[in-house]
T-cell receptor, first 112, second 112 residues
Framework: AQSVTQPDIHITVSEGASLELRCNYSYGATPYLFWYVQSPGQGLQLLLKYFSGDTLVQGIKGFEAEFKRSQSSFNLRKPSVHWSDAAEYFC??????????FGTGTSLTVIP | NAGVTQTPKFRVLKTGQSMTLLCAQDMNHEYMYWYRQDPGMGLRLIHYSVGEGTTAKGEVPDGYNVSRLKKQNFLLGLESAAPSQTSVYFCASMNQRTYEQYFGPGTRLTVT
């Protein structure tokens, strides 16, 4: 069965520090992987996606993610966090029939 | 372009009452989705549609019905609301070419 695990419920980083959010997935075939961001009271917005090819993908707002098949991971990174990055982040896997499975989310707090 | 809109934004129901949530998209997408978001659970797929006149069950379909009579609209119905259906409901449509989902702003439903 497909599933997505985000082991960190909440992360706090200082503004300007680097960030890595973890995501592990379980899926039998080659996965379609996504990271979405949700600001308070808003819907979700796509940050980046991986389908195939280069395992390091670039997204919007300076985010990147690396697909590691051997570790079943798709971790999200940003070299220098801004206060406006405070939000909830969701990893998702696209499965057969164009269904999507989301992780439980990681809440990011940015301190000055 | 309004993108994806949801009506209403907030609603309070008593147990046993019924209601319909409306989702509308103006991007001519074939695929549309209904999710519920609960604390610590992430987003879970309720029902989805791959085109006008079609619907399919997702991960948590019990207690909900859907209809897709027009391509741009996807309705989610609760026939007899239960407190367990207290949640934030998100609608999304998907660009089949990019697999990007576009989310509405959500409907916060409370069942007392």
């Amino acid at each position: 069965a497909q599933s997505v695990t985000q082991p960190d419920i909440h992360i706090t980083v200082s503004e300007g520090a680097s960030l890595e959010l973890r995501c592990n997935y379980s899926y039998g075939a080659t996965p379609y992987l996504f990271w979405y961001v949700q600001s308070p009271g808003q819907g979700l917005q796509l940050l980046l996606k991986y389908f195939s090819g280069d395992t390091l993908v670039q997204g919007i707002k300076g985010f990147e993610a690396e697909f590691k098949r051997s570790q079943s991971s798709f971790n999200l990174r940003k070299p220098s966090v801004h206060w406006s990055d405070a939000a909830e982040y969701f990893c998702a896997v696209g499965a057969t029939g164009n269904q999507f499975y989301f992780g439980t989310g990681t809440s990011l707090t940015v301190i000055p | 372009n309004a993108g994806v809109t949801q009506t209403p934004k907030f609603r309070v129901l008593k147990t046993g009452q019924s209601m319909t949530l409306l989702c509308a998209q103006d991007m001519n997408h074939e695929y549309m989705y209904w999710y519920r978001q609960d604390p610590g659970m992430g987003l879970r797929l309720i029902h989805y549609s791959v085109g006008e006149g079609t619907t399919a069950k997702g991960e948590v379909p019990d207690g909900y019905n859907v209809s897709r009579l027009k391509k741009q609209n996807f309705l989610l119905g609760l026939e007899s609301a239960a407190p367990s259906q207290t949640s934030v409901y998100f609608c999304a449509s998907m660009n089949q070419r990019t697999y990007e989902q576009y989310f509405g702003p959500g409907t916060r439903l409370t069942v007392t």
